[in-house]
């Protein structure tokens, strides 16, 4: 196992602090330092920049994110966002190694209010997610007022099944909702994939480190309305929209109409900018009753 600083071996200072995965957690560990320095070199240049990570644990990540091997140019500032309050202890290790650098948040990520703890600054999100809040953070990410984010890069580990829909294209098996959100405001990519014998312990899937990064002028479109479209669409993806857009309360029909969009075609079969529309419209009709 390879070393990139002089702290303590990662399995030590797990027995050393009783950091067992909680699966209501939705923990899983990383302890190849070889991956979590590579997982760090996918958010470069990191030299200057403000990291966020999200669930930490015992700091495997986090450490690769200080030192940066092989180059040595860590990140300036790493927040690190831990609800485990079994794992501070051992990151307030990893903050004493790195002075000035590592600030520790105690806290629950999902309601946590980044954008205010920023202040105005932009940070990169590098993270290996707690498996069971991982689709809710990225939705709160995607969604975000106002546009651009407090984020200028999303570097995010999923299991492998969920980085497929999430860059997914039109027509893909995988395309529905968190393709339509995700490819709105971000030009996504998976970098890599990572095996579950990575892990302690080890989960029963692949996973995988898919690359977000803000578009600066995405379609404009209200947030909200984009999400009530896609739910209603893919929410009976194997009905036609004329039937799934019912849910949405206003005359199917006459919003796919205005959109330009076939009234017999199915979720699957539209494109972003085809949401788009159909939200545009939809925000605009809902506003008009109102």
């Given at each position: 196992m390879p070393q990139i600083d002089d702290l303590p071996p990662?399995?030590?200072?797990?027995?050393?602090?009783?950091?067992?995965a909680k699966k209501s957690l939705g923990q899983?560990?990383?302890?190849?330092?070889?991956?979590?320095?590579?997982?760090?070199?996918?958010?470069?240049?990191?030299?200057?920049?403000?990291?966020?990570?999200?669930?930490p644990g015992p700091g495997g990540l986090t450490r690769a994110l200080l030192s940066q091997p092989p180059q040595g140019l860590g990140a300036k500032r790493v927040i690190a966002i831990e609800r485990d309050a079994r794992a501070i202890a051992a990151l307030e290790e990893i903050a004493a190694?790195?002075?000035?650098?590592?600030?520790?948040?105690?806290?629950?990520?999902?309601?946590?209010?980044?954008?205010?703890?920023l202040a105005g600054t932009r940070a990169k999100v590098i993270a290996n997610l707690p498996?069971?809040?991982?689709?809710?953070?990225?939705?709160?990410?995607?969604?975000?007022?106002p546009w651009p984010p407090w984020y200028d890069a999303l570097v995010l580990m999923f299991q492998r099944e969920v980085?497929?829909?999430?860059?997914?294209?039109?027509?893909?098996?995988?395309?529905?909702?968190l393709a339509v959100l995700a490819g709105w405001r971000?030009?996504?990519?998976?970098?890599f994939d990572v095996a579950?014998?990575?892990?302690?312990?080890?989960?029963?899937?692949?996973?995988?480190?898919v690359r977000l990064i803000p578009r600066a002028q995405p379609l404009a479109c209200n947030s909200q309305a984009l999400q009530r479209v896609t739910e209603s669409a893919f929410g009976q993806r194997r009905k036609m929209l004329r039937q799934s857009l019912k849910s949405l309360g206003v005359?199917?029909?006459?919003?796919?109409?205005?959109?330009?969009?076939?009234?017999?075609?199915?979720?699957?079969?539209?494109?972003?900018?085809?949401?788009?529309?159909?939200?545009?419209?939809?925000?605009?009709?809902?506003?008009?009753?109102?």
């Open positions: 990662l399995r030590d200072v797990i027995r050393r602090h009783g950091l067992s899983n560990f990383l302890l190849d330092l070889n991956l979590t320095a590579r997982i760090a070199r996918a958010g470069e240049p990191l030299q200057d920049a403000t990291v966020v990570e999200v669930g190694h790195y002075p000035g650098r590592l600030e520790i948040v105690s806290g629950d990520a999902v309601t946590f209010d980044m954008a205010a703890h498996y069971n809040i991982a689709t809710a953070l990225l939705i709160g990410w995607l969604t975000a007022e980085a497929e829909r999430i860059v997914a294209k039109v027509g893909d098996k995988a395309y529905g909702r971000c030009e996504g990519k998976i970098m579950p014998t990575a892990f302690v312990p080890q989960p029963k899937v692949t996973s995988s480190v005359d199917a029909g006459a919003l796919l109409a205005a959109a330009g969009i076939e009234p017999t075609a199915r979720a699957e079969e539209i494109s972003v900018e085809g949401f788009v529309a159909l939200a545009r419209i939809f925000s605009a009709q809902t506003k008009s009753r109102a």
